[in-house]
């Protein structure tokens, strides 16, 4: 009997694992729009806004000039890619992404 409790608790440590990863999954997009938060020179000077659309773009409004450009995320940092060149935001823990001085940080509105 012990051999059968122990196989029921291997199968439900797995289905947790299962769900756990699912959920890890899920943060790979974005979606929705992205405005400037909080104080600072980088703050919607440079860029206005983000505004995630489907699939892996993303179109960036800077000086009054909209541009859509790629991204990914890797960990905690999400990758824009615009004719070979790339800017990193990092993600926060309330999923805002900063990208420093320059550009500021950007929370979903």
Not at 8 to 13: E, G, I, M, Q, V
Not at 50 to 75: A, C, H, P, W
Not at 85 to 95: A, E, L
Request: with cysteine; net charge positive.
């Amino acid at each position: 009997m012990a051999r059968h409790e122990s196989w029921r608790l291997s199968t439900a440590s797995f289905g947790t694992m299962l769900a756990f990863m699912a959920l890890g999954g899920c943060g790979s997009s974005l979606s929705g729009t992205y405005v400037p938060a909080g104080s600072g020179m980088g703050n919607g000077l440079v860029m206005e806004k983000m505004e995630f659309g489907s699939g892996d773009n993303v179109t960036l409004t800077m000086m009054q000039q909209r541009i859509r450009v790629t991204y990914k995320i890797d960990g905690k940092q999400l990758l824009l890619s615009a004719n070979g060149q790339q800017m990193v935001f990092d993600i926060d823990s309330k999923g805002c992404l900063d990208g420093g001085g320059l550009f500021g940080k950007f929370c979903k509105s």
